[in-house]
Nanobody
Framework: VQLQASGGGLVQAGGSLRLSCAAS????????MGWFRQAPGKEREFVAG?????DYADIVKGRFAISRDNAKNTVYLQMNSLRPEDTAVYYC???????????????????WGQGTQVTVSS
Protein backbone atom coordinates (compact mmCIF):
# COMPACT_ATOMS: atom_id res chain seq x y z
CA VAL A 1 0.00 0.00 0.00
CA GLN A 2 1.28 3.44 -0.91
CA LEU A 3 -0.10 6.49 0.85
CA GLN A 4 -0.08 10.07 -0.40
CA ALA A 5 -1.03 12.80 2.06
CA SER A 6 -2.05 16.27 0.94
CA GLY A 7 -3.97 19.34 2.07
CA GLY A 8 -1.56 20.92 4.50
CA GLY A 9 -0.76 24.60 4.52
CA LEU A 10 -0.61 27.82 6.48
CA VAL A 11 -3.73 28.92 8.34
CA GLN A 12 -4.54 31.42 11.05
CA ALA A 13 -5.59 30.30 14.49
CA GLY A 14 -9.27 29.42 14.51
CA GLY A 15 -9.20 28.41 10.88
CA SER A 16 -9.79 25.06 9.21
CA LEU A 17 -8.00 22.65 6.93
CA ARG A 18 -8.91 19.29 5.45
CA LEU A 19 -6.17 16.74 4.94
CA SER A 20 -6.52 13.89 2.49
CA CYS A 21 -4.65 10.63 2.24
CA ALA A 22 -5.01 8.64 -0.96
CA ALA A 23 -4.10 4.97 -0.88
CA SER A 24 -3.13 2.64 -3.69
CA UNK A 25 -4.43 -0.91 -3.92
CA UNK A 26 -7.78 -2.61 -4.16
CA UNK A 27 -8.31 -3.64 -0.53
CA UNK A 28 -8.44 -0.23 1.13
CA UNK A 29 -11.55 -1.17 3.06
CA UNK A 30 -9.56 -3.91 4.81
CA UNK A 31 -7.18 -1.37 6.35
CA UNK A 32 -7.44 0.53 9.56
CA MET A 33 -6.26 4.10 9.00
CA GLY A 34 -4.67 6.62 11.29
CA TRP A 35 -3.46 10.19 11.36
CA PHE A 36 -0.41 11.12 13.38
CA ARG A 37 1.56 14.32 13.73
CA GLN A 38 5.08 15.31 14.66
CA ALA A 39 6.14 18.74 15.80
CA PRO A 40 9.79 19.81 15.77
CA GLY A 41 11.71 18.20 18.61
CA LYS A 42 8.78 16.02 19.63
CA GLU A 43 7.80 12.42 19.10
CA ARG A 44 5.21 11.43 16.56
CA GLU A 45 1.81 11.29 18.24
CA PHE A 46 -1.57 9.82 17.49
CA VAL A 47 -4.26 12.23 16.31
CA ALA A 48 -7.17 10.13 15.02
CA GLY A 49 -7.91 6.63 13.82
CA UNK A 50 -10.67 4.84 11.99
CA UNK A 51 -11.42 1.15 11.79
CA UNK A 52 -14.97 -0.01 12.41
CA UNK A 53 -14.85 2.64 15.10
CA UNK A 54 -13.36 6.09 15.38
CA ASP A 55 -11.22 7.50 18.11
CA TYR A 56 -9.29 10.70 18.72
CA ALA A 57 -6.53 12.04 20.88
CA ASP A 58 -8.09 14.01 23.71
CA ILE A 59 -6.41 17.20 22.56
CA VAL A 60 -8.29 17.20 19.24
CA LYS A 61 -11.66 15.82 20.31
CA GLY A 62 -14.46 18.11 19.25
CA ARG A 63 -12.22 19.95 16.76
CA PHE A 64 -11.02 17.27 14.33
CA ALA A 65 -13.01 14.68 12.41
CA ILE A 66 -11.68 11.64 10.59
CA SER A 67 -13.61 9.98 7.80
CA ARG A 68 -13.00 7.65 4.89
CA ASP A 69 -14.36 7.05 1.43
CA ASN A 70 -13.61 3.46 0.49
CA ALA A 71 -14.79 4.01 -3.07
CA LYS A 72 -12.06 6.64 -3.47
CA ASN A 73 -9.44 4.84 -1.36
CA THR A 74 -9.11 8.01 0.68
CA VAL A 75 -9.13 8.96 4.33
CA TYR A 76 -9.70 12.54 5.45
CA LEU A 77 -8.95 14.64 8.49
CA GLN A 78 -11.12 17.71 8.88
CA MET A 79 -9.42 20.10 11.27
CA ASN A 80 -11.40 22.98 12.73
CA SER A 81 -10.64 25.58 15.38
CA LEU A 82 -6.95 25.17 14.72
CA ARG A 83 -4.45 26.32 17.31
CA PRO A 84 -0.76 27.22 17.00
CA GLU A 85 0.04 24.06 18.97
CA ASP A 86 -1.49 22.00 16.14
CA THR A 87 1.48 23.01 13.99
CA ALA A 88 3.24 19.83 12.87
CA VAL A 89 3.89 17.50 9.99
CA TYR A 90 0.82 15.28 9.66
CA TYR A 91 1.19 11.69 8.54
CA CYS A 92 -1.37 9.13 7.50
CA UNK A 93 -0.79 5.46 8.23
CA UNK A 94 -2.40 2.14 7.37
CA UNK A 95 -2.66 -1.18 9.14
CA UNK A 96 -4.09 -4.32 7.57
CA UNK A 97 -6.91 -4.87 10.05
CA UNK A 98 -10.69 -4.99 10.10
CA UNK A 99 -12.32 -4.74 13.48
CA UNK A 100 -13.36 -2.49 16.31
CA UNK A 101 -9.95 -1.65 17.69
CA UNK A 102 -8.44 1.75 16.93
CA UNK A 103 -4.66 1.53 17.01
CA UNK A 104 -2.82 4.48 18.53
CA UNK A 105 0.86 3.55 18.51
CA UNK A 106 3.18 4.23 15.60
CA UNK A 107 4.61 0.71 15.69
CA UNK A 108 1.13 -0.74 15.09
CA UNK A 109 1.00 0.62 11.55
CA UNK A 110 2.52 -1.04 8.53
CA UNK A 111 2.50 1.74 5.95
CA TRP A 112 3.11 5.49 6.14
CA GLY A 113 2.59 8.45 3.88
CA GLN A 114 5.20 11.13 3.34
CA GLY A 115 3.63 13.77 5.58
CA THR A 116 2.10 17.16 4.94
CA GLN A 117 3.02 20.32 6.83
CA VAL A 118 0.35 22.17 8.79
CA THR A 119 1.31 25.56 10.19
CA VAL A 120 -1.08 27.54 12.37
CA SER A 121 -0.18 31.16 12.99
CA SER A 122 -1.32 33.07 16.06
Amino acid sequence: VQLQASGGGLVQAGGSLRLSCAASGRTFSSYSMGWFRQAPGKEREFVAGISWRIDYADIVKGRFAISRDNAKNTVYLQMNSLRPEDTAVYYCAAKYYSGTRVYKDTYDYDYWGQGTQVTVSS
